[in-house]
């Protein structure tokens, strides 16, 4: 146990879900101090238990979770069930961080990305908003270069794991692999295939998932002079998201401050060797908690634009990992001191 850190009561609600499950996994790889855990599901899953550093623990309903007040509870149980009970963990004086997407654009609570804008948090903020997936990993390398050169614009166009989506998405890709038909959760199949269709289609032809990425990562850097149009796509990969990202700024930059401001941010890892072959990919995110970039190179047809590849693991960076990094941020500012 981080003995830098206060010990604590966790609860983790939706503790046997994919996101779930990665959280448990995140507590126990980054030490994170739980003096007790107290995983939390669905009425048909009360009973079950859950394993955490080596033991099975038994599996509570949020009712009984609630009672036992908890220090922090980390959330990722859908947004309707955040909008119900995270308002009554907060009035009994739990720190909340959740990781739906009910708060995210909120006026009244702040959506956090630790290395990028965990200054922001006060004592005052009980119910705290992980960003989306996608978001998330790009922030974390538009924050250095914000800061040196002022992003004015840009396009993000991302290739999204079946994981974002869930395991009835992970169950359809490997189905179709065995060459099985039934039921899936996408309207075409996945293998073999790009969907370029991420969350509902909106009225002005974007999708939910691709305005999130315009909206979220203006909260989340505290500017919305940033403009950012986004195309997402579902690709048959298991285990990460990648980005090919434009950006344009108002300032000149050099190709070395630029790698030497992405390699010096916290979480971020420059892999950017093309001449050694060696570039991001999800298969080497998977199961890491850094968010690698690469493919780095000036636009041939505008001086101040840059392009960049980014990588990172969805479900812990992306979910699990930031939501844990949020507690720890709380906990090392004295929250539970």
Same mark, same amino acid.
């Given at each position: ?10 609860a ?15 507590l @126990? ?9 107290? &995983? ?12 955490? =550093?080596?033991?099975?623990? +038994?599996?509570?309903?949020i +009712? ?23 308002? =009554?963990?907060?009035?009994? /004086? ?48 538009? =924050? &250095? ?5 002022q992003?004015?614009? /840009? ?10 989506? %869930? ?5 359809? #890709?490997e189905a @179709? ?5 039934? &039921?899936?959760?996408? &309207? ?24 999130k990425?315009?909206? @979220? ?22 285990g ?17 401050a ?11 890892? #420059? ?5 050694? #072959? ?11 908690? +850094? ?11 505008? !001086?101040? %634009? ?20 949020? !507690? ?10």
């Open positions: 146990m981080n003995a830098a850190l206060t010990p604590l009561n966790v983790v609600v939706g503790a046997t879900g994919m996101v779930g499950r990665t959280m448990l996994d995140v @126990e790889t980054r030490d994170f101090p739980v003096a007790r855990l107290l &995983p939390v599901a669905s009425a048909r899953s009360v009973g079950k238990t859950v394993r955490f =550093k080596g033991e099975e623990v +038994e599996v509570m309903s +009712e009984d979770a609630l009672a036992q007040t908890p220090h922090v509870a980390l959330f990722s149980a859908g947004g309707a069930l955040s909008t119900q009970w995270a308002p =009554k963990f907060a009035a009994a /004086g739990i720190t909340v961080v959740d990781n739906s997407s009910a708060w995210r654009m909120s006026d009244a609570h702040k959506l956090v990305v630790p290395e990028v804008n965990g200054d922001v948090l006060t004592d005052g903020d009980l119910v705290i908003a992980n960003p989306n997936c996608t978001t998330m990993q790009l922030v974390m390398a538009l =924050k &250095p270069l914000h800061d040196r050169w992003i004015t614009r /840009g396009v993000v166009n991302t290739y999204q794991s079946v994981t974002g989506t %869930g395991q009835a998405a992970v169950a359809q #890709l @179709e692999r065995r060459g099985e038909e039934g &039921p899936g959760v996408y &309207p075409h199949p996945i293998d073999q295939n790009c969907l370029p269709h991420c969350d509902t289609f909106q009225e002005n032809g974007y999708t939910r998932e691709e305005m990425v315009h909206h @979220e990562t203006k909260k989340i850097m505290g500017d919305d002079a940033i403009q950012l149009s986004c195309t997402a796509v579902r690709v048959p990969v298991v990460g998201h990648s980005e090919a990202v434009y950006l344009e700024f108002a300032k000149d930059f050099e190709m070395d630029v790698r030497d401001a992405l390699s010096s941010f916290p979480g971020v890892i #420059l892999e950017d060797r093309p001449e050694d #072959l060696v570039y991001p990919m999800p298969r080497n995110a998977h199961g890491k908690d +850094e968010v690698f970039v690469g493919r780095l190179r000036r636009d041939l047809g505008h !001086a101040r %634009g840059l392009h960049l590849w980014i990588v990172a693991d969805n479900l812990r960076k992306g979910a699990a990992t930031n939501t844990v990094q949020i !507690a720890e941020h709380l906990n090392r500012a004295g929250r539970w001191a």
